[in-house]
């Protein structure tokens, strides 16, 4: 799917996916927090969501990776393909802004995010869709989903970055896999009703690309890649006028041209 997959409200490599680089995919960041689990004595960095720089200092997510984050325990990474590698850029986060009427449930909509980053780091960067792009969102559109997340449901991280292709559902569709739970306050489903292709654990805030545009955020969904339960994605469209006042002007130059 393109989803949290798992359960509604956690995070969530890509079910049926194949092996990537982040040279295809130089705006795909890995979104790193300063975690202490349990059994650790210390906090370590680690992969927690996906993220896409759409400025130079600009990253988008989902508002579900970041509830109560303290930006100096955030941090991205660019050009790091296996996330146990230290390959790549690190950049820490400098403020985050979150949907203000996100309320914790990635089922209810709103789950978009925008991370500020204390430098900027270098091009290109993808363009957030807008109210022209109608026809990103078409029944039946293809689409590119990556990300460093499991591969099967309650797996573990894959930490290499996979990437696969996935569909648009219409509403109709979308409605059938979900009647109870409808996506609504801008969200929309992705993936094939036979199942097997799909975000899950560690993909959530992660990108759907199509022709060359963030048109979705990773949000969730049930399972990863089951039958009849499609990946359910924030619309970024929706949300573009609230996400541009947030992201300000980037240079045309250094976007990724449609098409």
């Keep these: ?21 982040t040279k295809d995919f130089p705006w795909l960041l890995s979104f790193e927090q300063l975690i202490q689990r349990s059994d650790d004595t210390v906090a370590s960095w680690a992969h927690e969501c996906g993220a896409t720089l759409v400025g130079p200092n600009k990253a988008l997510t989902a508002a579900h990776c970041v509830p109560g984050l303290i930006p100096d325990r955030a941090r991205v990474v660019q050009g790091r393909d296996k996330t146990s ?46 109210a022209d792009d109608a026809d990103l969102y078409t029944s039946g559109q293809q689409a590119t989903i990556a990300g460093w997340g499991a591969v ?16 648009v559902y219409s509403e109709e569709a979308c409605a059938e896999d979900y009647p109870t739970d409808e996506p609504r306050n801008g969200q929309f489903c992705a993936g094939f009703p036979e199942g097997g292709v799909d975000t899950c654990q560690g993909d959530s805030g992660g990108p759907f690309i199509v022709d060359g ?37 980037v240079p045309a130059e250094e976007t990724v041209r449609a098409g």
């Design 213 to 249: 545009k963030v048109a979705g955020v990773v949000s969730w969904g049930n399972g990863c890649a089951d039958h009849g339960s499609a990946g359910v994605y924030a619309n970024v469209a929706t949300y573009a006028p609230l996400l541009r006042h947030q992201i300000g002007d």
């Design 1 to 21: 799917m393109a989803s949290m997959a798992l359960t509604t409200g956690t995070a969530q490599a890509i079910v049926g996916g194949n092996p990537a680089s």
């Design 85 to 130: 590698s230290r390959d790549g850029k690190t950049v820490k986060v400098d403020s985050i802004w979150s949907h203000p009427e996100f309320d914790g449930i990635p089922a209810n909509g709103n789950d978009v995010a925008v991370l500020t980053l204390r430098e900027s780091l270098p091009g290109p960067y993808l363009t957030i869709a807008s």
């Design 152 to 167: 099967r449901s309650n797996g573990r991280l894959s930490g290499q970055l996979r990437a696969a292709q996935v569909s």
